[in-house]
């Protein structure tokens, strides 16, 4: 079972938003489900390079989601931990500076850490790989930052899929 670990500053926004949004698009998208076989077989979990520990998600991230029609019980912030990187099989990060962080942290994890954009090759040449922090911004930002993250979330899960359920990968 691949687990996945999506990081970014406070885990209060961006990395909960992929994480919902990913384990929805686990638990709906039907081409996926039948390439991984359950629910479950993907295990998803975020955390952040600054984040207090316990804080919970913000509400614009929470009604951007609701508005989605994305279901989340959201367990609070989490800091990342070497041990967390450590045991994750694909890290994917909201920014450039999310994977030094991480790779600074667990030097030995370079190979398995990417931003979201970058593993789903979801930018554009000489585009920015980052998705920008919606922090403190009016809910319309949010809601555009929930569509980007979505985008490449769906983009990074059919690559996951490929990657580790479909016959003749790993």
Same mark, same amino acid.
């Not at 600074?104 to 920008?132: H, W």
């Not at 490929?162 to 016959?167: D, I, K, M, R, S």
């Given at each position: 079972m691949?687990?996945?670990? @999506?990081?970014?500053? #406070? ?7 992929a ?5 929805d ?7 996926v489900r039948?390439?991984i076989?359950?629910? =479950?077989?993907i295990?998803?979990l975020?955390a #952040? ?8 998600l913000?509400?614009p991230?929470?009604? &951007?989601l609701?508005?989605m #029609?994305?279901?989340?019980?959201a367990?609070g ?8 990187? +450590?045991?994750?099989?694909?890290v ?10 991480v790779? +600074?942290?667990?030097p030995?994890?370079?190979?398995k850490?990417f ?5 789903a090759?979801? =930018?554009?040449?000489g ?8 922090? =403190?911004q009016?809910? @319309?930002?949010?809601?555009a930052? +929930?569509k980007?993250?979505?985008q ?7 690559r996951?899929? &490929?990657e580790? @359920?479909?016959? =003749?990968h790993r």
């Amino acid at each position: 079972m691949p687990r996945v670990l @999506f990081v970014c500053t #406070g885990n209060t926004c961006r990395s909960p938003m992929a994480e919902a949004i990913m384990k929805d698009l686990i638990e709906r998208n039907t081409p996926v489900r039948r390439a991984i076989g359950a629910i =479950g077989a993907i295990e998803v979990l975020s955390a #952040g390079s600054m984040a207090d520990e316990g804080a919970p998600l913000s509400e614009p991230a929470d009604r &951007a989601l609701k508005e989605m #029609g994305v279901r989340f019980a959201a367990p609070g912030a989490r800091r990342l931990t070497k041990a967390l990187v +450590a045991d994750a099989d694909i890290v994917l990060t909201m920014e450039r500076a999310h994977k030094a962080a991480v790779t +600074a942290l667990c030097p030995e994890s370079c190979g398995k850490v990417f931003t979201l954009k970058e593993y789903a090759a979801a =930018g554009a040449p000489g585009e920015d790989l980052s998705i920008d922090d919606p922090f =403190g911004q009016p809910l @319309f930002v949010y809601k555009a930052t +929930a569509k980007e993250i979505e985008q490449a979330a769906r983009k990074a899960l059919a690559r996951i899929a &490929a990657e580790y @359920f479909l016959e =003749g990968h790993r």
